[in-house]
């Protein structure tokens, strides 16, 4: 899965970069200071309505930055520095979450022959 957030984890200032899914299960994980971090309090950020109607939210520190972006499946959060570049993490994680996501059932081909009786 490390492939698929590459992009986000080269961009500069970036410290770290959780997957969480809706269920509030830690999907994915990568922190690049090397350092043990505890995922327990972050799950539970999936469970609760942290964004309401919004998809994406950023949350500013002092000298850090979280960057978080709610999808069908779940949840993205990215842990960067101050001096991250937002608009290209943004970027990233808008071309991200289509592969994340699983492809809703369509109607396709009933919703045009709708009107025909079976076995015609």
Known sequence: MR????RILKEDDIKGVVLVSKDGNVVFHEFLDGAGHD???VAPLAAIPVLGKAKEVEFLYENDRIY???FREGLII??????APVAM???SCDVLVPSLEKPLASKGWRRLFKGFPAGS
């Open 3 to 6: 492939h698929l957030f590459e």
């Open 39 to 41: 995922l327990r309090d």
């Open 68 to 70: 978080m972006r709610l």
């Open 78 to 83: 990215v842990w960067m520095g101050a001096f």
């Open 89 to 91: 993490i943004r970027l």
